[in-house]
């Protein structure tokens, strides 16, 4: 069982900052690949980046590419997406996501097993 609870998000104006964190729960964390997701009001849930069980591997959608950086911390069970040169279009809730059953993870949320309640972030212009 891994029990997920992020933090972070917030208001900010475009072209700022924002670091999420999710603080993870359950001894099979570090074994687990982690995800972002999304969901902006009226749209599905998408991809924003994934990171291999030891940080090794990352990808990210291309809409974030360059701009987004995920890291974790096995010793503090701590997923982290930092968010730089935000845009109006990146207001959403973001989730994040745990696949205990794979090293590398995916782009693909029905291939996570569990997920934190959200964090909302909201960029104005």
């Known amino acids: 069982q891994v029990r997920l609870v992020e933090s972070g998000g917030g208001l900010v104006q475009a072209g700022g900052s924002l670091r999420l964190s999710c603080a993870a729960s359950?001894?099979?964390?570090?074994?687990?690949?982690m995800g972002w997701f999304r969901q902006a009001p009226g749209k599905e849930r998408e991809f924003v980046a994934r990171?291999?069980?030891?940080?090794?591997?990352?990808a990210y959608a291309d809409s974030v590419k360059g701009r987004f950086t995920i890291s974790r911390d096995n010793a503090k069970n701590t997923v982290y997406l930092q968010m730089n040169s935000l845009k109006p279009e990146d207001t959403a809730v973001y989730y994040c996501?745990?696949?205990?059953?794979?090293?590398?993870?995916?782009?693909?949320?029905?291939?996570?097993?569990?997920w934190g309640q959200g964090t909302r972030v909201t960029v104005s212009s």
């Open positions: 990171i291999s069980w030891n940080g090794g591997q990352t």
């Open positions: 359950g001894r099979t964390f570090s074994n687990a690949a």
């Open positions: 996501a745990a696949d205990i059953s794979a090293a590398y993870g995916s782009a693909w949320s029905d291939d996570y097993d569990y």
